[in-house]
C-alpha cells in the first residue's frame, strides 16, 4: 500500500504543485497574494482536524461529495469504506493538504529562471510549450529534484491520514508500513 501510495501519489503531487505555481507566476495572474495564501493554507493546518473533516465530506451517507454526486444521478459511492475507492481517496486528500508547500518552492524556482531566455524563445518563435518545455523544465532541473526527494520522503511517512480517516480499514486496504508497525 505505502509503494501504491508513493508511486500515484508522488507524480500527482508534484504535477498539481507545478501546475499551481505556473499558473500563479503568470504574468496576467490577479489576486497572486490571495491565491498564493488560500493554496498554501492546507499545509499549515492541523492533519487531524482537516482529515477529519475530509471524512465528514466523503461520508456514504451525509458527505457532500455523494451529495453533488446525486445530483448528477450518481449512485452514492463508500470513499472510505470499499477497498477500491479508499486509498485514492486518502491519496487524493494528502495530495490536497500537501502540495501548497511544493508550490512554494516550485514558485520560487520560476521566479529565479531570467526572463531573457523566454524573451528570446518567442522572438525565435517557440511556442509556450516549446518554451517550458526547452526553458523552464531544465531550468527547474535542480528544483524538481529537491521536490521530488522532500515529496517521496514525506509520502513514505504515510500514517495520520489513514489512521484518523479510516483506521486501516476496509479490509486493511490503506495500511502503511508506519500504520503496520504502530499496530504491532
Known sequence: NTTYFVLLGVPMSIGVSLGAALLLNAKASRFKALF???????????LVAVAVIWRYLFHIKYGLVNFG????????????????????????????????????????????????????????????????LHITLPMLGPVLMVVGVITISGYFQLFAEPYVMTRGDPLQSTVSVLYFMFEE
Open 36 to 46: 498564493r495564501t488560500a493554496l498554501f493554507a492546507p499545509v499549515v493546518t492541523t
Open 69 to 132: 454526486l446525486s445530483h448528477l444521478g450518481i449512485a452514492p459511492i463508500d470513499w472510505l469504506g470499499d477497498p477500491r475507492w479508499a486509498m485514492p481517496t486518502i491519496m487524493l486528500f494528502a495530495v490536497w493538504k500537501n502540495f501548497g508547500y511544493n508550490m512554494v518552492i516550485f514558485l520560487a524556482g520560476l521566479q529565479a529562471i531570467p526572463q531573457d531566455l523566454y524573451e528570446a524563445a518567442r522572438i525565435d518563435g517557440a511556442s509556450r510549450w516549446k518554451q517550458f
